[in-house]
């Protein structure tokens, strides 16, 4: 079952909230909102990656592609999710290619900016990592499923 969002989540700790829409809108530099169709490329693997996406409205997918062709979605990515964010551990190029699914309205966010924010607000950074360490923590439980799985069909 998939479940639409209409507004942007919310993330809640010790009782407090961030709304990342108006942190967003609190940066006046290093910040575009772009929309994108269905199908279009927003970012494409192997090239620089110089900035981060949170998505405002829309489905994106994270696809990776092998050197023999083979395609795999990583992640179908939902509003309020941010993306792309590997630009901010010293990845210099993009590790998949980010794809519209339907309609999308995003914030790119510069690396620069991005890092400032980090630095200077500490309970966006605390709650950005969280959501992010959130994420690879559900990453890592597919792939363990993922490979649990692929032993049991090799085994029968």
Same mark, same amino acid.
């Given at each position: ?8 989540? %919310?993330?809640?700790?010790?009782? %407090?909230?961030?709304?990342? &829409? /108006? ?8 910040? @575009? ?6 199908? %279009?490329?927003?970012?494409?693997? =192997? ?5 981060? #996406? ?17 395609? /795999?979605?990583?992640?179908? *990515?939902?509003? =309020?999710? #941010?993306?792309?964010? =590997?630009?901010?551990? =010293? ?5 998949? @290619?980010?794809? /519209? ?24 950074? &605390?709650? #950005? ?17 993922? *490979? ?6 090799? *085994?029968?």
């Amino acid at each position: 079952m998939v479940q639409k969002l209409t507004k942007a989540p %919310r993330v809640r700790k010790n009782h %407090r909230m961030i709304d990342w &829409e /108006a942190v967003l809108s609190g940066m006046s530099e290093g910040k @575009t909102i772009v929309e994108y169709g269905p199908n %279009r490329h927003i970012f494409e693997q =192997g090239k620089p990656a110089d900035s981060l #996406f949170y998505l405002r409205s829309g489905k994106v997918k994270l696809v990776v592609k092998s050197e023999q062709g083979k395609e /795999a979605i990583v992640a179908v *990515l939902d509003i =309020g999710e #941010f993306f792309g964010e =590997g630009c901010l551990a =010293g990845q210099l190029l993009r590790i998949s @290619t980010a794809v /519209a699914l339907c309609d999308c309205t995003l914030a790119r966010i510069e690396k620069p900016q991005m890092v400032r924010v980090l630095h200077e607000q500490h309970d966006v950074s &605390e709650l #950005f990592i969280q959501r992010l360490l959130s994420r690879n923590t559900r990453y890592e439980g597919d792939l363990v499923d993922q *490979l649990f799985n692929n032993s049991e069909r090799r *085994l029968a």
